[in-house]
């Protein structure tokens, strides 16, 4: 399983990439891998502006359907185009080509309050 170490993490198993003022937000390596094949993603809160934990769209896998939550607030500047026409690109590379949506953080003190690798390592272990 893959956790790279310069993400942050949730215990919802989502990941997150501080740019500056902004960020990148996608589902774990495990997250993708305990949903299986991915056939269906929505998202449809771009321009809006979203609080920690709050859901920004769903991900569709042949056996579920699972809400994706914010890891931390902020304004909601654009959506991966590449997911929507071809969902599958999150099981091939969740940390890569298959991200979700980008960020602009309202709250960067919420930082703290995600998880390091290692602390997600411990989650996804036990």
């Known amino acids: 399983m893959n956790i790279p170490s310069n993400l942050k993490y949730t215990k919802d198993h989502e990941w997150i990439r501080v740019e500056g003022n902004e960020a990148v ?3 774990t390596d495990f ?3 305990q ?4 056939v269906f993603i929505e998202i449809e809160t ?3 502006t979203l609080e920690m934990e709050e859901v ?3 991900i569709e896998a042949v056996k579920t359907v699972s809400d994706m939550f914010m890891p931390m607030a902020g304004e ?3 959506v991966n185009e590449k997911i929507s026409t071809t969902p ?3 099981n091939k590379d969740p940390y890569g080509d298959g991200w979700m949506i980008r960020i602009k953080i309202t709250n960067p003190a919420q930082l703290s309050e ?3 690798p290692e602390q997600y390592k411990e989650i996804v272990s036990a």
Do not use: H, N, W
């Open 88 to 90: 599958e690109v999150v």
């Open 35 to 38: 949903l299986g094949d991915i």
């Open 56 to 58: 920004f769209g769903t």
């Open 46 to 48: 771009q321009g809006e």
């Open 31 to 33: 997250a993708q891998g």
């Open 76 to 78: 909601v500047l654009e």
């Open 114 to 116: 995600l998880l390091s």
């Open 25 to 27: 937000i996608g589902v």
